[in-house]
């Protein structure tokens, strides 16, 4: 809310600067976020938070600053004299809703001339940024802004029969407000009706048709309450925010109408001449009852962990403008004034004297006790897989989990349901949460590329979003994207899991999924039969130049199966003996097959099987291929025989040759 | 026989004198250590020996093979040691650039994240995550938010239908993990969280958030107001100044907003701390009575408090970036420098 130094100092005397007055107001919770100097005065833009509209009004603002200072308030005189005529033969109002309206007057001033309000009002609401109109419409602002009560003033004559009801807009009726734009009522919303139409929003909007205008003579003031939920709705349904909704929303003080109306009334006798009718239509649903609550100075001193005096607490309460009703021992009994219907618990009432106090007069000290905290197994493997990443070159981005409609984002590796599509989403381009990084780690390296990056390395770790019962599965995917070929990721991969300490059985399945992998060239990879991740070359439809791999793995599962339990395996003393083979098999025949045969034979004293290579060429028969390895033997107790090995060898050769049709290829 | 061997000792010697090359030295070596050279030639004559004279003519001839092996490779080593800077005139440049390994980073939101549990489970915190994808009530009501009121305002929130929404807030964890275990609680919970603002330099619509909560008897502001200070000090040095200011947050009473001196211009005033000395860092308060209700706990057996903190403001502050799409562009040239 904007405020005007000079305006503010009218209700109190105080000697701060504008900067000290900044600086007080910042200290008690209103945020001065900016000080512009306007013409002979100060424009200060406070932030008041949504818990405080009594601070919607610069009288209420100006408690603030002498409950941090001190000194008195000066509330504007608001008495008059009137006509004898009574409001009553003027007008008639029935409540029809008195939920949604607990609290309606009206009072009448006749014989307004309408004209340009002077020049100390228009100066003021321009400081403010309200731009002046006329001397009826500046005061209902400026009584708003002064008092925080939004009014509004009706051009008497246009009110057809002289005749006000505040009920629920009938389905299908129309009004034209201020601005001059025709809105479409709801059932549900409640309005200000004379005997034929609605003739406002009840505190959104007035009507155009009942609007004070340069002929107007007679005014109808309204100054009522609103139930602030119905308000926020209305306003929100109708897309209408106005200084009045902004207010009534947050809730206005009930005890704040009379004065709002009365000094409305009496700037339009001094400033338009205007004859203030006998009376007010005053329908109240019931007494407003002020809240009464007994504060624990224990409690107080519990909470905020000083030992805060009583007598301290309740001087700080009696500044704000809370009445002490009792006060013995460790109590003090006290009633809330009217405009902070924000407070009406202890723990309320608390957080108002640590505010005045001074938070930075509250010591910062503690007596928490000492407690270890224990790295989760998610977070020592996430920890364990970023360095490892990191180590082999790869930087670590961070995506967006809202993702577009387009075919690449409907990938489906981890479910067959559909996405989550938000129902009320910025731009089309966000509109999805995603199942799978990885279209968004392929963006990453277009974005990359075009800006002159080479040799990218991605990793990504973060949820992807998979349809459930109530709420989504949220799974955690791992997803890297290199360039380079098939076997180095897979490589990576591989030494991934046994970095983790996984030693489970792991299969490669061929997998297709053309929207991201080149096919042929993609694979499922299988962790003790169930799936832990898809791996591939890039598909070529994705448009980049160079090729590159993709994988994206389920972090989860690679957490519940990492494990860091080490155990000491003995050393063997004695010397390994590698023998390396070339065989030429069928081209169908895959090395895992080749491996498998060969980890069958059970020799004891076989402890590595490992691929270097594979060969076809002019030697080689076409549709066959040889494939070369190294056979690693090592005995725990003994130094192998040359002999022992040959067989091995042999045997090995003979299993190959009878299950693949391996022959030994001849150098 | 055993003149003969003085003989060629003396021969050698002074060949070796004579010879400037290493070419020459290399033939020497030849000539008499060689498979036909002459020490072999002596090695052939001890089967014609009388059986008595073999072995010690044998000791002779071995000590014969020493010396001249001592001999020559003395000359090559010192011709050799000669030869290079005649043969070879290059430098050996020291100057020149290493051979870089690869090397990735993390990335600076995550670097963040771990810096702040790290202080934190010093602290006794542990980390704990949630749903991003979350019922509208532990967004809202469970936080003392009710429906149509206007505190929501400020919680602009994506919906997926009726009561399921993505999460605009972390404090959502304060109330799964209450509703889940008794005190003592101690947790720091990072995550994202995502809200409709349209995307500038200072918005995005997704952005992190690390939440921390800490419920026990006896938790007082003091305590809030000495664990937010060890960790600043530890995060953002010992020489920044904290303020806490009143504000309002529904789900804690009293609250505050928590401000630290600005780095840059340590208290002065600059641009980035509009010239107030001062910039916010998280937001704060002791847990609202309303929110340990809705979790069952008595109000006044436990207090605690509660503290929430953006990682894109406090990456941004620490490192001096001025545009959060930074973070998301994943510009190699970006990441590689944090």
Known sequence: MKISYNWLKEYAYFYLSPEELADKLTNAGLVVADIKPVEDDYCLEVEVTSNRPDCLGIIGITREVIAAVGGELHIPDTDFETLSAKVTKFIDVTVEDPVLCPHYTARVVRHVTVRPSPEWMQKKLRCIGIRPVNNIVDITNYVMMETGQPIHAFDLDKISDQKIVVRRALDGEMIVVINGVKRALFHDMLVIADSKRPVAIAGVMGGKETEVSDSTRNILLECALFEPGHVRRTSKELGVFTDSSYRFERGTDPGGIELASKRAVKLMKELADGEIVSGVIDIKQREYEKKRIPLRIERLQKILGIEIKRDIASDILKRLQFTIVNEIDNFIDVVVPGFRGDIYREIDLIEEIARIYGYNNIPAKTSICVRGSIKSKYEAVEDCIRQFFIGLGFYEVKTFSIVDVSPLQSVKLWSEQEALDIANPLRQEESRMRTSLLPSLINARRYNVNHGNESIKIFEIARVYLAGNKLPHEKTCLSLLIDADFFTLKGIIESLVLYLGISLKREWIPFSEPKLFRDERAAKIQLDDKTLGYLGEASRELGFKTSFCLSELDMDFLVEKSNFEKRYHPLSPYPPVFRDLAIIVDEEVSWTSIEKCITATHISFLKGVNFFDVYRGKQITAGKKSVAFSLCFQAEDRTLKSEEVETAEWTILDVLHTTLDAELRKL | ?338
């Open chain 2, 1 to 338: 026989m055993f003149k003969k061997t003085e003989k060629v000792k003396k021969d050698l010697q002074e060949e070796i004198r004579a010879v400037t090359t290493l070419t020459d030295a290399e033939q020497l070596k030849i000539k008499y250590l060689g498979r036909k050279g002459i020490i072999q030639d002596f090695m052939k004559l001890i089967p014609t020996l009388p059986a008595e004279q073999r072995a010690a003519f044998g000791q002779q001839i071995n000590a014969l093979k020493a010396e001249a092996a001592n001999f020559i490779e003395d000359a090559i080593g010192k011709l050799s040691r000669e030869a290079i800077p005649k043969v070879n005139n290059e430098i050996f440049d020291i100057t020149l650039p290493g051979k870089l390994p690869v090397t990735g980073k993390k990335h600076p939101l995550t670097q963040t994240i771990d810096d702040v549990k790290e202080v934190f489970a010093r602290l006794g915190f542990d980390v704990v995550y949630g749903p991003e994808v979350e019922l509208e009530y532990y967004n809202f009501e469970a936080l003392n938010i009710p429906a149509d009121h206007p505190s929501r305002t400020d919680f602009d929130t994506f919906y997926i239908k009726n009561d399921i929404l993505l999460r605009s807030q972390t404090s959502t964890v304060q109330i799964r993990v209450m509703e889940k275990q008794k005190p003592p609680i101690r947790i720091i919970a990072p995550g994202k969280v995502y809200r409709p603002d349209t995307v500038d330099a200072r918005h995005s619509f997704m952005f992190h958030q690390i939440e921390g909560l800490l419920v026990d008897e006896g938790v007082s502001f003091a305590d809030l107001k000495e664990v937010l200070n060890q960790f600043i000090k530890t995060y953002f040095g010992k020489d920044v100044r904290m303020r806490f200011r009143p504000s309002f947050f529904p789900f804690t009473e009293p609250s505050a907003e928590v401000d630290i001196s600005c780095s840059l211009c340590s208290g002065k005033g600059c641009s980035v701390c509009s010239y107030s000395g001062w910039v916010e860092i998280l937001g704060a308060g002791m847990v609202d009575p309303h929110v340990f209700k809705a979790v069952h706990y008595d109000t006044e057996k436990y207090t605690g408090f509660a503290f929430g903190m953006g990682v894109e403001r406090i990456t941004m502050l620490k490192h001096g970036i001025s545009d959060i799409r930074l973070f998301y562009e994943n510009d190699i040239r970006f990441l590689s420098q944090f």
